[in-house]
C-alpha cells in the first residue's frame, strides 16, 4: 500500500464517488463502485493500477477506512451494519413476501449475489424456511407440522431406518 502513487485529486475523486453511492445509506457491492469508476473515477484506478474489482476493494479500503465500513465484496457509511450474503437473501425473505425461489434468485442475481448452489442456501435456511417443492418455500410455522407429527414422523423414520438401516428418500413409505 505503501507503493501506491495516487494523486490527492484521484483519491478526493474516489471519496466523493463513495459518498454519492452510499448516500442512500444501503451496503453496496464493490463492483458497483467498479463500474461507476470505470467511468467517472478513471484516474484513480489508472494510479493505482488497479484493473478489477477485487483490486479495487483493497485499495479504497486501505485509503478510507476511517470513512466507510468494508466486508468484502461490501461496503457501507459507517454506523450501517453489513448483511453476508446469506443474511441479505433471508432479510429478502422475511420482508418481501415472496416465497418463489425463481424471485428470491432474481433478487440475488440483481444484488450481485453469487449463488452456486441454491439447494445448499435453501437448506442453509432450515431454521425459518422449508423447500416446499422445486418452486416455493414455505416458512417453517406455516407447514402445520406440530410437536405429536414430528414424533410421528421421527418413529416412522426410525422403525424404517431399524430394518434397513440405509434407505434413499424417495423410497421411505
Known amino acids: 500500500a505503501d507503493n501506491l502513487n495516487v494523486s490527492e485529486f484521484a483519491k478526493r475523486g474516489m471519496l466523493l464517488s ?21 467511468i467517472h473515477n478513471n484516474d484513480f484506478l489508472y494510479d493505482a493500477k488497479i484493473s478489477n474489482s477485487h483490486q479495487l476493494f483493497s485499495v479504497v479500503s486501505f485509503f478510507f477506512a476511517n470513512e466507510f465500513t468494508f466486508m468484502r465484496p461490501y461496503f457501507a457509511c459507517n454506523g450501517i451494519r453489513i448483511l453476508s450474503a446469506d443474511d441479505q437473501l433471508k432479510k429478502y425473505l422475511a420482508t418481501s413476501g415472496n416465497r418463489s425461489i425463481r424471485a428470491l434468485l432474481d433478487y440475488a442475481k440483481a444484488k450481485k449475489i453469487t449463488v452456486d448452489n441454491i439447494v445448499r442456501i435453501l437448506t442453509s435456511f432450515n431454521d425459518l424456511y422449508y423447500i416446499l417443492d422445486k418452486e416455493y418455500i414455505i416458512p417453517k410455522q406455516d407447514t402445520g407440522i406440530n410437536e405429536f407429527c414430528r414424533q410421528q414422523l421421527v418413529r416412522t423414520l426410525s422403525k424404517e431406518l431399524m430394518s434397513k438401516r440405509c434407505i434413499a428418500i424417495r423410497d421411505l413409505e
Open 18 to 38: 463513495l459518498r454519492k453511492l452510499t448516500n442512500d445509506r444501503t451496503q453496496h457491492n464493490i463492483s458497483e463502485l467498479f463500474d461507476y469508476a470505470k
